[in-house]
């Protein structure tokens, strides 16, 4: 009984104020953030850039195995922000794309994400 009126009152607070207990903006999620690409832009010139290309078609590294991933192509962008925060964040086993997360923070990683989305190939073309 008691439990289920605490429960009750912090989702009514939940619903009310937003806030929760121990819930954090981090929990929340990160659209709370604004991103950043213009902070992200700085970023990848200088971190990611040298792999993946200035125009993220990933030609300055074609001796790499495998091949950076041409970050303007539909496989790539077609991912969720999710998987490619997780993909920049942890890096991916058995290739040059090292794990972001011990040289960027969180933050650094969605504004460099940002910035990535704005490589994909102008959509006003197609339907
Ligand atoms: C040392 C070279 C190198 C650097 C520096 C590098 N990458 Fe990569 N990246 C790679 C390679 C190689 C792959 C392809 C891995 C594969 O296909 O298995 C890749 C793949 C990716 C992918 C695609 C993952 C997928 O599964 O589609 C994204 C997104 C990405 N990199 C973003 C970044 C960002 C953002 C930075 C800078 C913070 C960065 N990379 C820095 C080498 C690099």
């Known amino acids: 009984m008691k439990a289920g009126f605490l429960l009750g009152g912090c989702l009514a607070s939940l619903a009310t104020l937003g806030l929760g207990g121990s819930v954090t903006l981090k929990d929340v999620g990160t659209t709370v953030k ?10 990848y010139v200088n971190t990611c850039a040298r792999c993946h290309g200035i125009d993220g078609k990933g030609a300055l ?8 991933a041409d970050l303007t192509s539909p496989t790539v962008q ?27 923070t969180d933050d650094e990683i969605w504004d460099v994400l940002a910035y990535v989305r704005t490589l994909a190939p102008s959509r006003e073309s197609s339907p």
């Open 34 to 43: 604004e991103r950043d690409a213009v902070s992200g832009r700085e970023i």
């Open 78 to 104: 077609s991912h969720l922000d999710g998987t490619l925060f997780k993909r920049i964040h942890d890096g991916k086993a058995n290739s040059a794309m090292g794990a972001w997360n011990y040289a960027l």
């Open 61 to 68: 590294a074609a001796r790499l195995n495998p091949p950076p």
